[in-house]
């Protein structure tokens, strides 16, 4: 499979914004897919943070983004971007994307990301601080 890639990290103060971009590194798209957003601070577990379906974007926001966060494919760029917006310091962490060739819901999809993605980025920082 073509490697995904993950941009738009960065250093941000708290209650700024930031968009992540998730794409293959061809360009291709991840229509049939779906996707992803994890993430991992340090000496702490990956958690997923939300994920959108293939089919009809459903979408799932794990509660500490619900309100803040949002997920969608940007289909002019073949992209699956992740909007976060009100940043928190405890938002640190590297952010992976990654992709599924099938699941059975968005929910379980998100809930069990070592069974169900099976393509994943490198990863792109996000620092929340003054």
């Known amino acids: 499979q073509v490697p995904v890639v993950e941009s738009g990290g960065g250093l941000v103060q708290p209650g700024g914004s930031l968009r992540l971009s998730c794409a293959t590194s061809?360009?291709?798209?991840?229509?049939?897919?779906?996707v992803g957003w994890f993430r991992q601070a340090p000496g702490k577990e990956r958690e997923g943070v939300s994920c959108i379906s293939s089919t009809d974007d459903t979408t799932y926001y794990a509660d500490s983004g619900k309100g803040r966060f949002i997920i969608y494919r940007d289909n002019a760029k073949n992209t699956v971007d992740l909007q976060m917006n009100n940043l928190k310091p405890e938002d640190t962490a590297v952010y992976y994307c990654?992709?599924?060739?099938?699941?059975?819901?968005?929910?379980?999809?998100?809930?069990?990301?070592?069974?169900?993605?099976?393509?994943w980025g490198q990863g792109t920082l996000v620092t929340v601080s003054e």
């Open positions: 061809s360009g291709s798209s991840l229509d049939t897919y779906g």
């Open positions: 990654a992709t599924a060739g099938f699941y059975d819901t968005v929910e379980n999809m998100c809930l069990n990301p070592d069974f169900y993605f099976e393509r």
